[in-house]
């Protein structure tokens, strides 16, 4: 089986369970709340903290355009792009089930549209963006090398990249957890930044980065210099 049918596979069971997958996410449900505890020693405002951070590249009322990858369900963003009405925003993910359950929530918000497929390979010319959203992607992302340069190549010079994701090295129980229950499910997929070695990519790549830790999860947003190159 390739990368991406296994990630899909993978992504089709948590697309069909949404409610359990919405909890955990946000660390609203009981059982939400139980994994947010076990796998990442957090409780509900750590995880909402470090969304929050996360989500802080975005200005109020923003009305460029956007690219989210992965969207997921869209549990996360879509009640913040309610607020949203003069933006253009694009999702994008690989799972088509994931895909289908952002859609529904997206009832009503015809200035957000859906598009299935891969972060390494993104259909969309350089520079056609202002603002690059990634939550909770990169660990999944099979071919990170490939995300990184997309994602680079899409984001217009100036352009803020924002996001978060899982990175090794701040909790032992989390990254064996993660190696030996997220990884073998193909949730996750190594290898994994640590949170220094994320902060040096942002700045190389990118430019200027905040980088805010909240136990294993790193928020992040940087802006494109003017002058990079990839
Ligand atoms: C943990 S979920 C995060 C989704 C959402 N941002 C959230 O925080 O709820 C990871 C998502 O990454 C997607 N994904 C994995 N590899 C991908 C790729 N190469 N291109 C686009 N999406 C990918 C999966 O389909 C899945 O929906």
Redesign the pocket.
């Known amino acids: 089986m390739g990368q991406?049918e296994r990630?899909?596979n993978?992504?089709r069971g948590?697309?069909g369970k949404q409610t359990f997958?919405?909890g955990m996410?946000t660390c609203s449900t009981l059982s939400g709340q139980a994994v947010c505890r076990l796998i990442w020693g957090m409780d509900r405002a750590e995880t909402q903290d470090y969304l929050s951070a996360a989500l802080a590249g975005i200005p109020e009322g923003f009305s460029g355009r956007l690219l989210?990858?992965?969207?997921?369900?869209?549990?996360?963003?879509m009640p913040l792009y309610r607020e949203m009405p003069e933006a253009e925003i694009t999702c994008?993910?690989?799972?088509p089930e994931?895909?289908e359950r952002a859609k529904c929530r997206s009832e009503g918000l015809s200035h957000v549209r859906f598009q299935q497929?891969?972060?390494?390979v993104l259909p969309f010319g350089d520079g056609s963006f202002d603002i690059v959203l990634?939550?909770?992607?990169f660990?999944?992302?099979?071919?990170k090398e490939?995300?990184w340069r997309e994602i680079f190549r899409v984001l217009r010079p100036g352009g803020t990249f924002c996001g978060c994701f899982y990175v090794r090295g701040q909790n032992r129980r989390t990254d064996w957890l993660i190696r030996r229950l997220y990884v073998p499910k193909g949730?996750?997929?190594p290898p994994f930044e640590t949170a220094d070695s994320l902060g040096h990519r942002l700045e190389e790549t990118f430019g200027p980065a905040k980088v805010r830790m909240v136990q294993s999860m790193a928020s992040f947003v940087c802006r494109k210099a003017k002058e990079k190159h990839p």
Do not use: K
């Open positions: 991406e990630i899909q993978a992504y948590l697309g997958y919405d996410i989210e990858v992965p969207v997921g369900t869209g549990i996360l963003t994008l993910d690989y799972s994931m895909l497929g891969d972060v390494g990634s939550l909770n992607g660990h999944a992302f099979p071919d490939a995300a949730w996750f997929t």
